[in-house]
């Protein structure tokens, strides 16, 4: 592939930052040979302790029986609230933008205390103890993260369901997790359309007869159905119990939050999260990566149903005593400038986003960009999925204006927080490169054999010493997580994900393990072909996929997404295939090229290959578990394109 170019650490970001380079090693090193004195002083410095733990980390990865901070007590709503109350109570917390522009509220760490107090009390009237499960099926609104921050507070766990999942779905997260209470709105309200969140609701619990609370938030105030006995409304509820509450003391191995995954590769994995741990490498990275200062106005547009939302919308920023924008709307919402627009609205200095929102916008073209200022921006995020080159520097020169630099965070679910990832101030990026570890995290290349691979090279992305917001389990099913992340590779934390590094020892996410593409014995990882695509003009999106081949093993299949206003043709074509072997070389050329309007998402935007796969292998009747497609007719279309085809 032509050789990224790189982009220097400029002096202003360096002179602002909290680390620069010389910081990072320093850290790095005595994070890796030192982990007990690394984190026992980073636990103290990020958080706030009831009772200080016994030992800082113990147990191993093929056990799986890892523990932080045991013995130690703290609660997370009171680090996230009380402890900012003397200094900060009148700063504000949370900036609500509508998905109408003309909605927004501002929520003080003092009125965040109120109103997260009052739901712990109603959730305890309604018999919610420690360790219960709650569900959560909400819009983007101050009230959800209320919900959550009201269960760590009386020490019940969360398990929030993306507010865009089917009444089968919820059904499916409530039973699995065996939740009692359901907190939910009326309505919720996106791109202009409603969504009867509800009614979503009482289907569901039609097969959940454990369910003995449903707390509704008045949203839009549209009548819905109400079961006397079970369903109440929030806004009377907080109404008839006390402002307080106290912050129960939570052992710091005390399960904090289920959370199921995207479901790219397969059936989500509902994933469970432990108290300490994930709370200090969240509050850490959100300090360091985003290289967030008292002050600055941090926007994550993730939804808080991913992992990405509970870590960067709710926990990390809250525990800094950060001020955090919750957005309920979408980009395109009423126009493709709406993003911008918001920035300008709220005076965002740092905004973290997702590659298929930027993919999305980019097929419009600059000018709903340029009409806007986003001068307050200082840094920019991506994380989700691979970020293509193009995209980058699209994202570095439109958006940002050569000027903020570009953290691509490559995590996980499973991994709770950031993993590998720029540091702003010390780490000179690469377009497409998520660059160098976090602290306390050991990245290991692995070949087939599951041996470490040593200096540049490409092979399985495994991590070899635990990390504090670690997977704890998979709930119900302990057995799973062990399979799934820990026996392939005894030792070692499999991520699923393929990875290349590079002489810099620089990490490049090139994919998922399960769609390496193997021509010919070339294996191809799906990231850089795609790359290669979408650095055309005229291509928007593109996702790559094997089909078996008779003379190569595998041949490659692109679904290619033209511009808006793009027609695909022959000719184009042609320019893709040469531009693959320019970029790449000819045995990645595509065998063959599908146009497609639109490709199969996750509902957290990832695109689901394991889906085209089927599509090019004509495998049509066995699409396997689609419950998080985002999108089904799009997969009907696609389908129906290549029986004609
Ligand atoms: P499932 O595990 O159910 O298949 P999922 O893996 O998509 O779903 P998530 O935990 O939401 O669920 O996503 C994590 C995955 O997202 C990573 O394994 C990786 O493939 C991808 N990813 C996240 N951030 C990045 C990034 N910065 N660069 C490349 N890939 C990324
Ligand atoms: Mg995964």
Known sequence: MSLPHRHPVSDETRQRAHLDDAAYQRLYRQSVDDPQTFWGEQAKAFLDWFKAWDEVSSGSLSKGDIRWFAGGQLNISHNCIDRHLAKRGDQVALIWEGDDPKDSARITYKQLHEQVCRLANVLKTRGVKKGDRVCIYMPMIPEAAYAMLACTRIGAVHSVVFGGFSPDALRDRILDADCRTVITADEAVRGGKLVPLKSNVDK?????????????????????????????????????????????????????????????????????????????????????????????????????????????????????????????????????????????????????????????????????????????????????????????????????????????????????????????????????????????????????????????????????????????????????????????????????????????????????????????????????????????????EAAVVGYPHDVKGQGIYAFVTTMNGVEPSDELKKELLSLVGKEIGSFAKPELIQWAPGLPKTRSGKIMRRILRKIACNELDSLGDTSTLADPSVVDSLIEQRLNS
């Open 204 to 540: 569901a619990l039609a097969s959940c007869p454990k369910v003995s609370t449903v707390l509704v938030v008045k949203r839009t105030g549209n009548p819905v159905d109400r079961d006397e006995k079970r369903d109440l409304w929030y806004h009377e509820a907080i109404q008839q119990v006390a402002a307080d509450c106290p912050a129960e003391p939570m052992d710091a191995e005390d399960p904090l939050f289920i959370l199921y995954t995207s479901g790219s590769t397969g059936k989500p994995k509902g994933v469970l999260h432990s108290t300490a741990g994930y709370l200090l490498q969240a509050a850490m990275t959100h300090k360091y990566v985003f290289d967030y200062h008292d002050g600055d106005i941090y926007w994550c547009t993730a939804d808080v149903g991913w992992v990405t939302g509970h870590s960067y919308i709710v926990y990390g920023p809250l525990a800094n005593g950060a001020t955090s924008l919750i957005f309920e709307g979408v980009p395109n919402y009423p126009d493709t400038s709406r993003f911008w627009q918001v920035i300008d609205k709220h005076q965002v200095n740092i905004f973290y986003t997702a590659p298929t929102a930027l993919r999305a916008l980019m097929r419009e073209g600059e000018a709903p960009v340029k009409k806007t200022s986003r001068s307050s921006l200082r840094l920019l995020g991506s994380v989700g999925e691979p970020i293509n080159p193009e995209a980058w520097e699209w994202y570095f020169k439109v958006v940002g204006e050569q000027r903020c630099p570009i953290v691509d965070t490559w995590w996980q679910t499973e991994t709770g927080a950031i993993m590998i990832t720029p540091l702003p101030g010390a780490t000179d990026l690469k377009p497409g490169s998520a660059t160098r570890p976090f602290f306390g995290v050991q990245p290991v290349l692995l070949d087939e054999q599951g041996k470490e691979i040593d200096g540049p090279g490409a092979g399985v992305l495994a991590i070899k010493a635990s990390w504090p917001s670690q997977i704890r389990s998979v709930y119900g099913d302990h057995k799973r997580m062990l399979e799934t992340y820990f026996t392939a590779y005894p030792g070692y934390y499999f991520s699923g994900d393929g990875a290349r590094r590079d002489e810099d020892g620089y990490w490049w996410i090139t994919g998922r393990i399960d769609d390496v593409i193997n021509v010919s014995g070339h294996r191809i990882g799906t990231a850089e072909v795609e790359s290669a695509l979408v650095l055309h003009d005229a291509v928007a």
